[in-house]
């Protein structure tokens, strides 16, 4: 009778320690196998989340790891190799220069970042205006820019070094210039 019982709870640990096993090991390398990016298809819009789309820079990666389009808001990150295109749009009810305040402060916020140069107005293809501008971290230089449409914000970040950012700017202007929120430009 006891050796039943031994029997019993040994099976038991050694199911418990497989189904440990595999959550431990098995799961992180089924998540290393997916993709964490994937080419986005050329010239077709791309929903942020919000009701807000763009359509993305020629050539760039979308990174599934970062990437979150919901009814309300969204985040969608972009790659053109090392340069991080990062497109936010959340629920605002501030007016534009309230939205830019808040968009440096969350850039100076993070250590070593800070805003550089003067902002200017900057307008998308369909008229809705917005203020964009600079800003350097460790290694890397940025700009920014940030729009209001129907109570909400989208924030535009980009960052990469000089060059790298000097080599894409043409794209992402582009494709900042396409922002939409539903059937408002």
């Known amino acids: ?9 040994l099976l038991a640990g050694l199911v418990l320690a497989a189904v440990l096993g595999l959550i431990a090991y ?10 964490s990016s ?13 009701g807000v789309t763009l359509v993305p820079p020629a050539g760039a990666l979308v990174d599934l790891t970062r990437t979150r389009p ?14 991080r295109y990062a497109v936010t749009v959340a629920p605002f009810d501030g007016g534009l220069t309230a939205a830019a305040d808040r968009l440096r402060a969350r850039i100076t916020a993070t250590a070593g970042y800070q805003v550089t140069g003067a ?34 914000a989208v924030e535009v970040t980009v960052s990469g070094t000089d060059l790298e950012l000097a080599d894409a700017l043409p794209r992402i202007e582009a494709a900042t210039g396409s922002i939409r929120r539903g059937d408002a430009s």
């Open 1 to 9: 009778m006891v050796r039943r019982r031994q029997l019993a709870s």
């Open 38 to 50: 994937e080419p986005v298809p050329a010239g077709r819009p791309y929903d942020v989340g919000g």
């Open 119 to 152: 902002e200017s107005t900057v307008a998308t293809a369909g008229g809705v205006t917005g203020i964009q501008g600079g800003y350097t971290a460790p290694g890397r230089a940025g700009r920014y820019a940030v729009f209001l449409a129907d109570e909400v």
């Open 70 to 83: 919901a009814a309300d808001r969204g985040t969608a990150v972009f790659l053109l190799g090392a340069v």
């Open 26 to 35: 098995g799961l992180p390398a089924i998540d290393r196998a997916l993709p």
